[in-house]
Nanobody
Framework: QLQLVESGGGSVQPGGSLRLSCAPS????????IGWFRQAPGKVLEGVSC????????TYADSVMGRFTASRDNAKTTVWLQLTNLQPEDTAVYYC???????????????????WGQGTQVTVSS
């Protein structure tokens, strides 16, 4: 399993932006699928974005479509989740997760991902 290190969370006002990053410790992502998930207080874990081995295979939850963008660097050492036009309902702990190349299309949701970051808090309030 990969050790994943997340950073970039924080507190912003509605309409603000943040960029979350996720990097494997001592390795690269190779052909892994990268999932971003979030969990708000009292709510179940929600899938936010799923990026397969190729950039064209990235998908987003309807609730964040057009506001969040997932990307990875060509060296496959870091992935990012750009959060824009943040709203109070986006407040949650955000997690990155790594799975096999087919994780995004497996239909197994979060259980398809074996390695998880420690989570980073995003708080949106005025």
């Amino acid at each position: 399993q990969l050790q994943l290190v997340e950073s970039g969370g924080g507190s912003v006002q509605p309409g603000g932006s943040l960029r979350l990053s996720c990097a494997p410790s001592g390795r690269t992502f190779d052909l892994h699928a990268i999932g971003w998930f979030r969990q708000a207080p009292g709510k179940v874990l929600e899938g936010v974005s799923c990026m397969g081995p190729t950039p064209s295979s990235t998908t987003y939850a309807d609730s964040v479509m057009g506001r969040f963008t997932a990307s990875r660097d060509n060296a496959k050492t870091t992935v990012w989740l750009q959060l824009t036009n943040l709203q109070p309902e986006d407040t949650a702990v955000y997690y990155c997760a790594v799975g096999p190349p087919t994780a995004c299309v497996s239909g197994n949701g979060a259980s398809a991902f074996a390695s998880w970051g420690q989570g980073t808090q995003v708080t949106v309030s005025s």
